[in-house]
C-alpha cells in the first residue's frame, strides 16, 4: 500500500506563507491526495485535495508534482489559528481507506 | 445544520469487555467511516458504511464490527478488549456520489481506556 512521508514538525511566523511538503513515491495512478489537519483535542478537518491538477480553496492551494510523487499543501499567510497536525492522505477509491501518516505539526510564532 | 456527533466522550472499559460506540452523521450524508487514532499517531482507518452496508474496510480484526442505521446514525463495536485497544475512535461521515467520497467531517472523537 502507498504511503505518505512527512516532515514531524515545522515552525512559520504569523502572517508569513508556510509549505509543508509531502512524499508519496508508491502513489497509484488512481489515489486522490487528501490534506487534513487536527487542532488539540478536535477530530481532523478538511482542508483540500486533489487527484493531478494544482488545487485552490479558501484555507489553502495544493501543488502536486508531475509525477505525482509528491505534493506541498501552501497556506498563503499563516495566523496562529493554523496551528495543528497537518496529516498528507492518500485515498483509495477503491475501499475508500484514507491512509493517514505520523503528519507534520505546525506551529505558528506570533 | 448539526455537525457529526460521538458517544460517550469517554469510557473506561478492561480488558476482555465489550464496547459500543455511537455516531449521529451530519444531515444529508449516507455515508460513515470509523478510525482508530493511538496518542501521538495519525488516524487508521477501520471500515466505512454505505447505506447500511460495509463499503471498505482497513487492517482491523473481525472483532471489530460495525452497524449503520436507516438514519445514517453508527456504531462501532468492539469485542474481547484488548489493552492497545486504548484509543481515540473517531467517525467521519460523508456525501458518497459517483463512487467517490470527497471531504469527511469529524466528530471529536470517544476517548476508550482499556484498563
Known amino acids: 500500500d502507498a504511503k505518505t512521508t512527512q516532515p514531524n514538525s515545522m515552525e512559520s511566523n504569523e502572517e508569513e506563507p508556510v509549505h509543508l511538503p509531502c512524499n508519496h513515491s508508491?502513489?497509484?495512478?488512481?489515489?486522490?491526495i487528501h490534506w487534513y489537519r487536527q487542532l488539540p483535542s478536535q477530530g481532523p478537518e478538511y482542508v483540500i485535495h486533489?487527484?493531478?491538477s494544482n488545487v485552490n480553496n479558501r484555507m489553502a492551494s495544493l501543488a502536486i508534482a508531475e509525477d505525482r510523487k509528491s505534493s506541498t499543501l501552501i497556506l498563503h499567510r499563516a495566523t496562529l489559528r493554523d496551528a495543528a497536525v497537518y496529516y498528507c492522505i492518500l485515498r483509495d477509491p477503491r475501499n475508500n481507506d484514507m491512509r493517514f501518516g505520523a503528519g507534520t505539526r505546525l506551529t505558528v510564532k506570533p | 445544520e448539526t455537525g457529526v456527533t460521538q458517544s460517550p466522550t469517554h469510557l473506561i472499559k478492561t480488558r476482555g469487555q465489550q464496547v459500543t460506540l455511537r455516531c449521529s452523521s451530519q444531515s444529508g450524508h449516507n455515508t460513515v467511516s470509523w478510525y482508530q487514532q493511538a496518542l501521538g499517531q495519525g488516524p487508521q482507518f477501520i471500515f466505512q458504511?454505505?447505506?447500511?452496508?460495509?463499503?471498505g474496510r482497513g487492517n482491523f480484526p473481525p472483532r471489530f464490527s460495525g452497524l449503520q442505521f436507516p438514519n445514517y446514525s453508527s456504531e462501532l463495536n468492539v469485542n474481547a478488549l484488548e489493552l492497545d485497544d486504548s484509543a481515540l475512535y473517531l467517525c467521519?461521515?460523508?456525501?458518497?456520489?459517483?463512487?467517490?467520497?470527497?471531504?469527511?467531517?469529524f466528530g471529536p472523537g470517544t476517548r476508550l481506556t482499556v484498563l
Open positions: 508508491t502513489i497509484s495512478g488512481t489515489d486522490y
Open positions: 458504511y454505505y447505506r447500511e452496508e460495509e463499503n
Open positions: 486533489g487527484l493531478t
Open positions: 467521519a461521515s460523508s456525501l458518497l456520489s459517483g463512487g467517490l467520497t470527497n471531504e469527511q467531517f
